[in-house]
């Protein structure tokens, strides 16, 4: 989406555009609008009320039109404001980037300068400016725009800490890149949406600290006036003509709300992850957008996936990131998906209870069923009931899945009272017997654990555990041991494998690890591009891969003891899912190519997504 189009989609932030932008433009518009002089004063016609003959807003304690002193006024405070913000932006910005970005002692000098400005009290500092230069327009302008630089610097410096240790600054220093370079091109870009938002909102401030000054009479002098200024002067007949003081308050009011307003929603328009959706709030569900509805069809398994089609609509492009998937798994069974990083694992999971973040995500087309329940499009009570409780999931990351402010037994608790009633102490017993069912040492005492005292291992099991809570009929665990070495795999693994005999549960695993599928899965399926291209039985697959892309799959693992096999590697880069090609998506990569390869679709038989299979002698060793 462009710019405009991201701010359009803020109601308040475009009513702010609107209203401000009508404000500037007759500002800019006030020479040539046919109005009365602004200083031409007319004491016979004084404090004539608002809708006067002449005088659309009345006058005020001169005579002087005040519709005219308004516009004038409103110019004069935009400029100030907006020249007195950009000041502020640009040194205070400098500042920070500056002493966040060298550390050490120079940091030390510039903020403790800066915590120097921040003791006192802005109005105060400013006020004190404005007396040591004299009263006047550009030395308030001077005053305001100083006592703000450390609000910019401050921020700015915060940011670029957190931004100066990354491994993309990392990357540019050790690429030979000058630190002015490195500032400019790495860091600058980082910090231009702060920078907006605080501006921004600092445009407001200004509006209100200048007509605070002025109002003071040290801001615009007379005859000349700014919206403070006119302020000031009517302050003394505000109970007898409040006319006088309504008028340049509410254009203030006005201003300062519709730029504020504004401010928030450029902030979200400027930031990048926004145009992905990643900033939007998700919906509690994934969008269903299906141009038909499937036929109901017979469950082959306790969850069947038939023709699942996801999407992700990022600005003009769609990305097919699951292009028609049909699976199943029965109870008691293990189905193994594998494939590259990309190809649609994860999606394919998370589509299943409708866990794909909408926007962008969109489930465009096939069903989802569990047991007789149709799960796409279903009502999100329904899908809220159900997750969890039937359909539980094991993250890749425990880490960022489990709340580092809460103890362990708090969460197992949580989950289980998202579905059922129960009393505190029946809860930590049940919390206890869950971690014992995961081998967790000692679970009475490591029940009042957080997260980070635990190690890896530990919380993955924790992840287990959770999804065990409420004995669920499907557990979909999403490469819940790529970060485990590979001891605490095996526990983990052979864990899994016993929970699925003692409970009967159907296990989705997802992996790229061919030994994890070997150990653990009854079947499995191999996907690239969002599309299954073989699926079987695991020792089948293993023994014999027919599709070429799962034939150089295998053949890229290592083997111990195996004399000296050449470590094969795929060529090339999986397809872009914008922008698929027709035919095979791994036609670019395939050493066994041939033109019909390249035309139309080529239908899943006999368990292969290929017109020229691998057999068995032809599969590398």
Avoid at 166 to 189: Q, Y
Avoid at 251 to 277: C, E, F, T, W
Avoid at 370 to 377: A, R
Avoid at 580 to 599: H, I, M, N, S, W
């Amino acid at each position: 989406m462009s710019f405009l189009s991201l701010l359009a989609r803020n109601r308040l932030a475009l009513a702010g555009l609107i209203v401000i932008g009508i404000v500037v433009l007759l500002a800019l518009l006030t020479p040539w609008l046919p109005l009365k002089p602004p200083n031409v004063t007319d004491t016979s016609n004084r404090f004539q009320p608002i809708f006067s003959d002449g005088a659309l807003l009345g006058t005020d304690h001169l005579g002087r039109d005040l519709l005219s002193r308004l516009m004038w006024g409103t110019r004069l405070s935009l400029a100030v404001g907006f020249a007195a913000a950009l000041v502020a932006a640009t040194l205070g910005a400098a500042i920070g980037i500056v002493a966040g970005y060298y550390g050490g002692r120079t940091d030390n000098i510039i903020m403790r300068g800066v915590d120097m400005l921040m003791a006192f009290p802005y109005i105060l500092l400013a006020l004190a400016i404005v007396a040591a230069l004299g009263p006047g327009l550009l030395n308030a302008l001077i005053a305001v725009a100083a006592v703000n630089i450390p609000f910019f610097a401050r921020n700015i410096r915060g940011i670029t800490v957190g931004i100066a240790h990354k491994e993309f600054v990392d990357a540019a220093r050790l690429s030979g890149m000058s630190n002015t370079r490195i500032i400019l091109s790495e860091i600058l870009p980082n910090v231009i949406p702060v920078i907006v938002i605080a501006m921004s909102t600092t445009v407001g401030w200004m509006i209100l600290e200048t007509a605070g000054l002025s109002f003071l009479g040290l801001g615009s002098q007379p005859p000349v006036a700014d919206l403070g200024s006119m302020l000031g002067e009517a302050r003394s007949a505000l109970i007898t003509n409040p006319h006088t003081s309504v008028v340049p308050g509410v254009m203030i009011l006005i201003i300062v709300m519709a730029i504020n307003l504004l401010g928030d929603g450029v902030r979200d328009a400027l930031d990048p992850r926004l145009k992905s959706g990643a900033l939007n709030r998700p919906l509690p569900a994934t969008m269903v957008a299906r141009d038909r509805q499937p036929a109901p069809a017979q469950a082959e398994g306790i969850l069947t996936l038939s023709d699942l089609q996801t999407q992700f609509h990022v600005k003009d492009k769609v990305y097919r990131a699951v292009g028609g998937v049909s699976l199943s798994v029965k109870p008691g069974e293990c189905l193994g998906i594998i494939g590259e990083s990309g190809s649609g694992k994860s999606v394919t999971a998370l589509s299943v209870m409708g866990l794909v973040a909408s926007p962008p995500g969109v489930i465009a087309g096939g069903s989802v069923r569990y047991q007789d329940q149709e799960l796409i499009g279903a009502p999100y009570g329904t899908l809220r009931s159900l997750r969890g409780r039937e359909v539980a999931y094991i993250f890749q990351d425990p880490l960022a899945t489990l709340h580092p402010l809460y103890r362990v037994g708090d969460q197992l608790i949580e989950a289980i009272k998202c579905h059922r009633p129960i009393g505190r102490a029946e809860g930590r017993r049940k919390a206890i017997e869950l971690l014992e069912a995961v081998r967790i040492p000692n679970a009475s005492a490591r029940i009042d654990d957080y997260p980070h005292e635990m190690s890896g291992g530990m919380r993955q099991r924790i992840g287990i555990a959770m999804a065990l809570a409420n004995d669920p009929e499907v557990i979909i665990a999403d490469e819940p041991t790529t970060a485990l070495d590979v001891t605490v795999q095996a526990q983990v693994l052979s864990l899994l494998d016993d929970l699925r005999r003692e409970r009967g549960l159907a296990i989705v695993f997802i992996t790229h690890d061919f030994g994890v599928v070997a150990q653990l899965c009854d079947r499995v399926a191999v996907m690239y591009a969002g599309r299954i291209v073989e699926e079987g039985a695991t020792r089948a697959i293993l023994d014999a891969p027919r599709h070429p892309y799962t034939a150089r799959l295998m053949a890229c693992v290592p083997e111990l003891g195996g004399g000296k096999r050449r470590l094969e590697a795929i060529p090339g880069l999986p397809p872009v899912v914008s922008n698929l090609p027709e035919g095979c998506a791994f036609a670019e990569r395939c050493t066994r190519v041939q033109g019909d390869c390249r035309k139309g679709e080529i239908p899943l038989e006999n368990g292969v997504r290929c017109l020229h299979p691998v057999t068995y002698q032809e599969a590398p060793a």
